[in-house]
């Protein structure tokens, strides 16, 4: 039987069949079943070997070296993780927002910041809680077109997933950046079996350049799942601000909470850390210390 091997990408997996993207097209895969008695599951991101048969369907042969993953929302190799945090209308909940920026440190993906609804109320807030945070942000409007192009700039040639509470404005963003994201898909949702699936999964989408978008559900899982990379020993070093004063402190041990001799909190009492970003960092560190789970806490602007 004649055959063919191509190397893809997983745009979507669902119910069994994974949506690769191929030079040629996307083909409709089953995964052979040495996955399962390895116990791996192929992820939307996976970079894959396939092999098409003369049917036009394909099975996927070998999932390649992952740099990331993620099982909750199940993700992998994403590059760029952009956390889309409302000015208001809700609230900004920063301690989600940092245990999120803390986790993508650990995983190794690039974190980035964008401050919506400057319509409705300035950003200046959250601007100063972050401005020493080395995490990059963004401020925009999207009702308006504010600020989007500069978001639009940083996603050639990336995997970049984008989360946020609901109602901060994540779709809104994606849809004033790409011209309704959503409804351009049309044709590709056809292939991708749209109609003969009705679960919700994570699906990246094209947007030219060599990127690709993944609008990631589920803000709070996200950021459970990300918190599996943070341990008590790397933590101090997920918050980038905290680098510069790190071995600085009177006692090797120095947890960055309350020591005396403390370089971190003499740097928070001088305004180079944001007292925000340290109770997040505290909180953090005796949640863990404890071994209690991460809990969401809201602390509004």
């Not at 690769?20 to 939307?44: D, K, S, W, Y």
């Not at 440190?105 to 690039?110: H, V």
């Not at 601007?127 to 999207?142: E, H, L, Q, W």
Request: glycine letters at 10%; proline letters at 4%.
């Amino acid at each position: 039987m004649n055959q063919e091997l191509r190397r893809g990408l997983i745009l979507k997996g669902i119910d069994g069949f994974y949506y690769v993207e191929t030079p040629q097209g996307i083909v409709e895969c089953r995964a052979r079943g040495i996955f399962r008695r390895l116990g791996m599951t192929p992820l939307a991101g996976d970079h894959v070997q396939i092999r098409i048969f003369q049917n036009g369907d394909g099975a996927v042969e070998q999932i390649l070296p992952r740099r990331n993953s993620l099982f909750r929302p199940p993700v992998a190799n994403i590059d760029q993780l952009t956390v889309v945090v409302s000015t208001c209308e809700p609230s900004p909940n920063l301690f989600l927002t940092d245990r999120i920026l803390v986790g993508a440190e650990a995983a190794g993906i690039e974190p980035f910041l964008v401050f919506s609804k400057m319509d409705l109320k300035s950003a200046d807030v959250l601007c100063g809680i972050y401005r020493n945070s080395g995490v990059r942000f963004f401020c925009i409007s999207a009702l308006h077109g504010e600020g989007t192009e500069s978001v639009k700039s940083i996603l050639a040639g990336k995997i970049t997933a984008f989360t946020g509470n609901s109602g901060a404005g994540k779709s809104t963003l994606l849809n004033a950046m790409f011209g309704g994201l959503y409804l351009q898909t049309g044709e590709i949702s056809r292939k991708l079996g749209r109609g003969r699936h009705t679960t919700r999964q994570v699906e990246l989408y094209s947007i030219g350049s060599g990127g690709y978008v993944v609008d990631t559900p589920g803000f709070s899982s996200l950021g459970s799942a990300l918190s599996d990379a943070v341990t008590l020993e790397n933590l101090p070093l997920c918050f980038r601000e905290f680098r510069p004063y790190l071995g600085s402190c009177r006692f090797a041990s120095c947890s960055h909470t309350c020591e005396k001799g403390c370089a971190v909190l003499e740097a928070v009492q001088e305004g180079k850390i944001s007292h925000s970003r340290h109770e997040s960092y505290t909180e953090m560190y005796r949640e863990m210390k404890e071994k209690k789970p991460w809990m969401k806490k809201e602390k509004s602007v």
